[in-house]
T-cell receptor
């Protein structure tokens, strides 16, 4: 069965410090990988995605993530966070069948609440 | 591009009434739309997947007679919560995807409160 695990439910950090939000997945097929951010009472905004090619993916707001196939991980990083980065972050996996077409569902992790303190 | 809207953003209704939530893809044709439910401090739970012109596929445990989904066109899907009860109160989020693409574009969500 496919699953997504975000290892930290909450990550507090001081402003301008680096941060890493961890995501591991399990899947028996190829995947696409996504990170979304959700601000209070809002929908999800795509931060970045990995579909193929370079394993280091850069997204919006200075975030980046690295796909590590051997470790089945897709950790999100930012070298220097701002107060405005305080939000909940979701890792999501989209499963592909053997033909490379999709199953059509996103599986979400449990979410990580990032709190940036001044 | 790839903007998805939801209406209303917030709705309060009395127990026993029905509520319709609209999800629209504003600048692209969405071959597939998804409806999620999010409980407080929880992740998104997929309720159903709908393709234009066909019946929705519901996830296990989701009552299709209670949560009616209609995907009338390539830009509009609706979720109707029938005979709503307080336990149906939640944050409902839709998303839309283009054919052959894994990426989903999310709406801003609808906060439903049933009194």
């Amino acid at each position: 069965a496919q699953s997504v695990t975000q290892l930290d439910s909450q990550v507090p950090v001081f402003e301008e410090a680096p941060v890493e939000l961890r995501c591991n997945y399990s899947s028996s097929v190829s995947v696409y990988l996504f990170w979304y951010v959700q601000y209070p009472n809002q929908g999800l905004q795509l931060l970045l995605k990995y579909l193929s090619g370079s394993t280091l993916v850069k997204g919006i707001n200075g975030f980046e993530a690295e796909f590590n196939k051997s470790q089945t991980s897709f950790h999100l990083r930012k070298p220097s966070v701002h107060i405005s980065d305080t939000a909940e972050y979701f890792c999501a996996v989209y499963h592909l069948n053997a033909g490379g077409t999709s199953y059509g569902k996103l599986t979400f992790g449990q979410g990580t609440i990032l709190t940036v303190h001044p | 591009g790839a903007v998805v809207s939801q209406h209303p953003s917030r709705v309060i209704c009395k127990s026993g009434t029905s509520v319709k939530i609209e999800c629209r893809s504003l600048d692209f044709q969405a071959t597939t739309m998804f409806w999620y439910r999010q409980f407080p401090k929880k992740s998104l739970m997929l309720m159903a997947t709908s393709n234009e012109g066909s019946k929705a596929t519901y996830e296990q445990g989701v009552e299709k007679d209670k949560f009616l989904i209609n995907h009338a066109s390539l830009t509009l899907s609706t979720l109707t919560v029938t005979s709503a009860h307080p336990e149906d109160s939640s944050f409902y989020i839709c998303s839309a995807s283009r054919e052959g693409r894994g990426e989903q574009y999310f709406g801003p969500g609808t906060r439903l409160t049933v009194t």
